[in-house]
């Protein structure tokens, strides 16, 4: 489903240049639950954030689901990542004006769903991860489990083929993390690959392989299963 | 996906009541501003645009030659019409509009006094003045019928119907009524309460077929589908085919249409020569103007808030937003905000209406019945929301969602490039119109400030109506034997107005080329006494001691320049053929415009017999009211048809400050406004930044940082801004004022004080903008700030 060889990355300011993916090679195949570690500023996020086609790479080559995606304009890319791609992000994300089923709504709108499909679609997402009695709630109104529990519906709700997560349980504690961690591992058995950053040993045992990351390049693999 | 929107904006707008206050407030005056305006442009541009057959319809103009320039003006010979209808064949036909001195009309044992026209029959037929009662085409067609006005057939006859009723017209002719109009439209040259016909005219010997007297407006309606060029080329010489009168004047007359009689009508040399269009030109950008500062308002706030909305965007985008999708909800969400605006607008509108229309001098009122209306608010809401929102939106869309989501984003500084020449641009308009308004205002106490030359106070005048003409000895002596009057004086005009002006006048050693105009004005006797005139030389004119003063003359300051005498007392100075002898020499005094030099000025004799006004000096011993009403019953006594109508010489001498005490008054009006509004966004952004900078101001706090010092970092920039405003203003509002005082030969010098002042009063209002939330942001407790993560 991705392959990606010789990926680079740079950041550039006005004094340094910061080498953010160094050559990357990394292939992740369908269904599976990869899990990413390394150090603080490995490149970690820029990884996640080009595979999630938020961000373009400076070289090497991205293919995604067979197609080159690498220098694709940004209406392309958010074409074909509002259809195939769900994010979770560490400090969850939510819009903070709106109710925890208009959030979860959103990517239903932006793919065109019409109303009533919706209503049935989140509805049935928020029951599957138990926060439908939250529905009409803010964010603010919320604790970080019940969030990132949002979050992770808001990322499923479009039956994406790819769920990326950057650090999902960092701002949670171990009980509300392993929920996290649970309802991933579900989605992954119904056939949803995953592409998971994490700082967590723990956590990373729920995948199948764990990619170690230094300096922007993957330097070891760890199969678990 | 518009629902989820507007969710959002709606929110938004609640959750942060400030700004929205500051927004919506903003936009409203702004767009109120410039409804207002538009109304006025609206009207001035509509100015006889309602008549059905306005495309055909023109006026007749004369233009001629004289000392070398070409003069045009719209008053032609009566002959003119009837000549023309004839002569042209692409002219349907003609009407004359005559205005007569204001008739006095009486109803029974009511009297009182009516501006209307004397008009050709057809004037119904081509103006679309429409008729509640009678028939257009038979109105006028007896030569004793009469139609008024809605209004005035009620203020004479009340409830009853007003048709068939007799008016006695100057206590001498019957006129029945035939006909009732509509009110006219406030968009309209014509300014009558009655129309009577033409064949009055001729019944009391007031027509003439004389091709030199230039004295009433002739109309012309061109048949459907005719040239034009084909008419004017026509009537061009018509004058020529009718006299011998070889006057080397080139005089030619043309054809005016109607769409240009209002704007375009300023003719310099014989060509169009700006007008009212130039002003309508300047307030429709002055409205884009203010409307402008008001979305500048809109977008430095929207974009400095952009911190707290890019997390909105990345997710947004994280979750399959096109940049364009979220463009149209930005854009959208200012199109709400101005709506909202809009209503607000609509209700100041309502409020100010009365205020902007004494100001305009005219009848503005908004139509809510009209569907057009609507059209046009709901197209000027949707223009605004796209002006303020177009930027904000691009720059917010556009934002990196990697970037906001990691928290790396931050925009610091609430005064980023773009919104610094947004705020420039604001106060450089504020700060030029500070500077316009104070050069006005000067320039107005300047010409106020001008020795007129005679003494205004206690002295009226009253127009020598009826029997007053007649009478004006015995009111003469009464008003002085009873103590109301110091001294009373017949004169051709008032004197704050001069009505004659002639090259015509000889006198020894007159070079042969000289073509002086002096003003030329006619008094009984005592003039001197009555106005309060300096004399130089010699006296006033007085018939008890020197009969032949009929013939006598003074002179003012200038002419005796002009003539050139050693000594003026005694010497001849010939009008025409009638001699005058100079008998005083007075200082000049101001006759017309204040704001320019003193003409020339002879002051005939009673000899000349041109007598319309009689001015008289009222005993300032006695309370004004009190002499009013004893004058008004010594009026009443030998005038009893006329009603008295006094008018004071230092009210009409005020008046003549009108034009530029408004022109002083509209921009003093913008310039508050624009402060004002552009101060209510420097408040924002003052508030944005030092919400951003709090925990920097903390830091520096514990290390140590002095509130006044903290103050001056945050106050810096803003002021900063105003400075640059300043130097850009400076030199813009220099060059407008300096063409603006072209106008007026008697003006102020521009000084540089005026600059400094505009500069400091905006310095200080801003300041005093900012520092309020500097102040509030360097006094607060550093560890309450330091403590938020
Ligand atoms: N927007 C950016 N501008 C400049 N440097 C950046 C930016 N984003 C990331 N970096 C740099 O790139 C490197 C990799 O960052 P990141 O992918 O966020 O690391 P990780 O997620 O593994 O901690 C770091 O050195 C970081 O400082
Ligand atoms: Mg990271």
Redesign the pocket.
């Known amino acids: 489903m991705i392959k990606i060889t010789d990926l680079e990355k740079y950041?550039r300011?006005e004094e340094v240049e910061?080498i953010?993916l160094n050559k990357l090679s990394i292939e992740v195949k369908e269904g599976e639950f990869v899990a990413v570690m390394?150090p603080?500023?490995?490149?970690?996020?820029?990884?996640l954030n080009i595979l999630g086609l938020l961000d373009d790479p400076d070289g090497g080559s991205f293919v995604f689901n067979g197609i080159e995606v690498a220098g694709f304009n940004e209406r392309k890319r958010a074409d074909l990542r509002k259809k195939n791609i769900g994010f979770v992000f560490q400090s969850f994300n939510l819009i903070d004006e709106l109710t925890v089923f208009e959030n979860v709504e959103l990517p239903l709108i932006y793919n065109n769903v019409k109303a009533a499909d919706r209503k049935k679609r989140v509805e049935e997402v928020l029951d599957n991860l138990k926060i439908m009695h939250r529905r009409n709630h803010y964010p603010q109104q919320l604790s970080g489990g019940q969030q990132q529990r949002v979050a992770v519906a808001r990322a499923v709700v479009n039956n994406p083929k790819l769920i990326l997560a950057d650090e999902p349980t960092g701002n949670l504690d171990s009980s509300n993390g392993n929920e996290v961690m649970q309802l991933l591992t579900e989605l992954n058995e119904k056939g949803t690959t995953i592409v998971m950053?994490t700082h967590s040993e723990h956590d990373a045992r729920y995948s199948h392989r764990i990619i170690r990351m230094l300096d922007g390049h993957s330097v070891t693999e760890n199969i678990l299963i | 996906m518009i629902k989820n929107f507007f969710k959002v904006a709606f929110r938004n707008l609640l959750r942060n009541k400030g700004f929205s206050f500051i927004n919506i407030s903003g936009l409203a005056i702004g767009m109120a501003s410039a409804v207002l305006i538009m109304l006025w442009i609206q009207n001035e541009t509509s100015y006889d645009q309602f008549h059905e057959k306005k495309d055909r319809i023109y006026e007749a103009w004369n233009k001629a030659e004289f000392s070398g320039k070409l003069q045009c003006w719209n008053t032609t010979p009566k002959i003119l019409a009837r000549s023309m209808e004839k002569d042209i064949p692409e002219i349907e036909r003609s009407v004359r509009v005559n205005w007569p001195s204001n008739f006095l009309f009486s109803i029974g044992d009511k009297r009182l006094t009516v501006k209307g026209n004397i008009v050709d029959t057809g004037f119904l037929q081509m103006f679309s003045f429409p008729l509640v009662k009678g028939d257009p085409k038979t109105a006028l067609n007896d030569g004793s019928s009469i139609v008024l006005t809605q209004t005035l057939a009620k203020k004479i006859f009340g409830e009853e119907d007003a048709m068939g009723k007799i008016i006695k017209i100057d206590n001498k002719d019957n006129f029945t009524v035939t006909g009732i109009a509509k009110d006219l439209p406030n968009n309209t040259r014509f300014n009558f309460e009655y129309l009577i016909p033409w064949n009055y005219l001729v019944r009391t010997g007031g027509d003439d077929s004389s091709w030199g007297n230039n004295s009433t407006r002739t109309y012309a309606l061109l048949k459907p589908g005719v040239s034009i060029d084909a008419a004017n080329g026509k009537l061009k010489s018509i004058k020529y085919q009718y006299t011998k009168d070889n006057d080397d004047k080139k005089w030619e007359m043309f054809l005016y249409p109607a769409s240009r009689w209002r704007l375009y009508s300023n003719f310099t040399n014989g060509k169009e020569d700006g007008g009212l269009i130039d002003f309508v030109k300047l307030f429709a950008v002055i409205a884009l103007f203010i409307l402008l500062i008001a979305c500048i308002n809109f977008m430095n706030l929207s974009t400095a808030r952009s911190e707290k909305r890019a997390k909105e965007v990345g997710i947004r985008k994280v979750v399959g937003a096109q940049k364009q999708s979220l463009v149209s909800q930005f854009i959208g969400e200012s199109v709400f905000l101005a709506f909202i605006a809009g209503i607000f607008a609509i209700i100041i509108v309502q409020l100010a209406l009365p205020a902007f229309g004494e100001l305009t001098d005219k009848k503005l009122f908004v139509d809510y019945t009209d569907y057009k209306f609507w059209i046009y608010a709901i197209g000027f809401v949707f223009f605004t929301g796209i002006m303020a929102g177009s930027y904000p939106a691009f720059f917010l869309s556009s934002f990196n969602p990697s970037?906001v989501l990691?928290g790396?984003f931050k925009s610091a500084n609430a005064l980023i490039t773009p919104r610094k020449l947004l705020v420039v641009l604001q106060f450089t308009f504020a700060i030029i119109l500070i500077i316009c308004t104070t050069i006005v205002k000067q320039q107005i106490d300047h010409a106020r400030d001008r020795e007129s030359g005679y003494a205004k106070d206690n002295l009226v005048y009253h127009y020598l109506t009826g029997d007053l003409e007649k009478n004006y000895e015995l009111v003469k002596d009464e008003l002085l034997s009873s103590g109301i009057a110091k001294s009373v004086t017949k004169t051709s005009a008032p004197l704050t107005q001069g009505w004659s002006d002639s090259w015509g006048f000889n006198w020894e050693g007159k070079p042969a080329d000289d073509k002086t105009d002096f003003d030329r004005y006619v008094a009984d006797e005592n003039l001197g006494a009555t106005a309060g005139l300096t004399f130089i030389k010699g006296r006033d004119f007085d018939l008890k001691k020197f009969p032949t003063d009929s013939s006598a003359m003074i002179i003012n300051e200038s002419a005796a320049k002009v003539m050139n005498f050693k000594d003026p007392i005694g010497q001849i100075v010939k009008d025409d053929d009638r001699p005058y002898h100079i008998v005083g020499l007075i200082k000049d005094f101001i006759l017309q415009s204040p704001y320019y030099p003193t003409k020339p000025m002879i002051i005939e004799g009673a000899k000349n017999g041109w007598f319309s006004v009689m001015h008289i000096k009222l005993n300032g011993a006695n309370n004004t009211a009190d002499n009013l009403k004893r004058m008004e019953v010594i009026f009443k006594k030998y005038n009893t048809e006329y009603p008295f109508d006094c008018k004071f010489v230092d009210l009409e001498y005020a008046a003549k400050f009108k034009t530029e005490e408004r022109t002083g008054t509209l921009a003093a009006i913008f310039a508050a406004l624009t402060i004002f509004i552009s101060c209510l966004g420097l408040f924002g952004l003052a508030t944005y930044m030092a919400e951003n900078r709090i925990k920097e101001i903390g830091v520096r706090k514990v290390l140590g940082a002095s509130v006044t010092g903290i103050t001056t970092l945050l106050s810096k920039d803003f002021l900063k801004l105003v400075m640059i405003s300043f130097v850009i203003a400076s030199p813009v509002a220099w060059w407008m004022m300096h063409q603006w005082l072209q106008d007026y030969p008697y003006r102020v010098a521009i000084q540089w004080q005026v600059f400094a002042f505009a500069g400091l009063l905006t310095f200080f209002i801003s300041l005093l903008t900012v520092s309020y939330q500097s102040i509030k942001a360097a006094i607060a407790n550093p560890v309450k700030s330091l403590r938020t993560e």
């Open positions: 950041y300011t910061t953010a390394g603080s500023g490995c490149g970690k996020s820029t990884l950053v | 970037k990691k790396t």
